[in-house]
């Protein structure tokens, strides 16, 4: 049996983005409450369209690594609020 030839990666370009937020808001880059750039300037920042950018934030939405509202900057400081509340543990 000869070299094994490398396959492609077989993920989406949506998922290879998705991958690359989940990355920074796991290591801290991308701070608890923080907002997401929006579609529009995720496309432009990984070079992807912006269907592909939406299509990554619906995905780590699933993986339950944010919350998307109308009012992401309401929800955003409420989530960020309660997170420092809960680590004091003073509620």
Known sequence: MGPSVP??????PYEHLAVALRDQITNGAIAVGQQLPT?????KEF???????????????R?????VSRAAAV????????????????C
């Open 7 to 12: 396959r492609p990666d077989p993920r989406s």
């Open 39 to 43: 579609g529009k300037e995720l496309s």
């Open 75 to 90: 929800q955003s400081w409420f989530h960020a609020a309660m997170t420092r509340c809960l680590a004091r543990r003073v």
């Open 47 to 61: 070079g992807v369209a912006t269907a592909t950018a939406q299509r990554a934030v619906v995905l780590l939405q």
């Open 63 to 67: 993986w339950g690594l944010i919350r």
